[in-house]
Every structure is written in C-alpha cells, then in structure tokens.
C-alpha cells in the first residue's frame, strides 16, 4: 500500500493529510483540542448531535484528543 503523510501545525492545531494512493483515498484529520475535564457529557452530545447534520465531515476522538475529519476519494 502506497501511503503519503503531511502534517501542517496552526497555532495549536495539528492537521495530518493522508493520501493512500493505491485505494485513492484522502484523508484530513484536524486534531482541534483535548477532551475537557469537565462537562465531558455535553461535550459528547455535541459530537454526535454535529456528526448527524454534518456533510463529508466527521468530529471522533482519539485517546484525549478530539479530532475533526474528512474522508474523499481522488
């Protein structure tokens, strides 16, 4: 499998551009911040209350990292 990785750091977001040339696949993934310490559940009904209105974009979260992503093909 032919994979291909860019990272861009903005202030303090990270981006990882993935293209996976053999699937034509892209994938972005915007690491936007760290899971809160408090209110957690409105956090997490946010998430999925986003998810369901939003088009070819996804928010998931990764150990403590929340993440906001985008899957294409080429």
Known sequence: MTTNQ???K?????IRIIYHADQMIIAT?????QLPKQNIVK???FVLK???S?????????GQDILLSNLSYD
Not at 29 to 33: D, I, T, V
Not at 55 to 62: D, E, G, P, R
Request: charged content about 20%; glycine content about 4%; cysteine-free.
């Open 6 to 8: 860019w990272e861009v």
């Open 10 to 14: 903005e202030g303090s977001v990270t």
């Open 29 to 33: 993934h915007a690491y936007l911040s």
């Open 43 to 45: 956090l997490y009904e």
């Open 50 to 52: 986003e998810n369901y």
């Open 54 to 62: 939003l088009k070819n974009m996804f928010f998931s979260v990764s």
